[in-house]
């Protein structure tokens, strides 16, 4: 768990401490990306996008992302490869 701002407020605390028998958090080092499984998703869509399609303009960006999230959701073969390397093991523990 990286710590922006939004984690750190007193809801979001609360909400944490209320859940601490179902919950386990990993806070990781700030600037970490590669510890971080959803960062690699990430990359992996930015790797898809078409040149064309990296653009300022959000509309293409966003339906781009959808289609490519709404396919990967049935390849959990690539999905869990994420979480497969020794980096991002802590995950499975």
Not at 7 to 36: C, G, I, T, Y
Not at 44 to 67: F, K, M
Request: charged fraction near 25%.
């Amino acid at each position: 768990m990286n710590a922006p701002s939004a984690r750190r407020s007193r809801k979001v605390r609360d909400w944490q401490a209320e859940q601490s028998d179902r919950l386990e958090l990993h806070f990781l080092p700030a600037r970490s990306p590669e510890l971080n499984p959803d960062e690699l998703g990430n990359t992996d869509l930015q790797r898809s996008l078409p040149i064309h399609i990296r653009a300022p303009c959000p509309g293409p960006v966003a339906a781009e992302t959808h289609r490519f999230f709404h396919h990967r959701q049935h390849q959990p073969r690539i999905v869990r490869g994420h979480f497969g390397g020794a980096h991002v093991h802590y995950t499975l523990e």
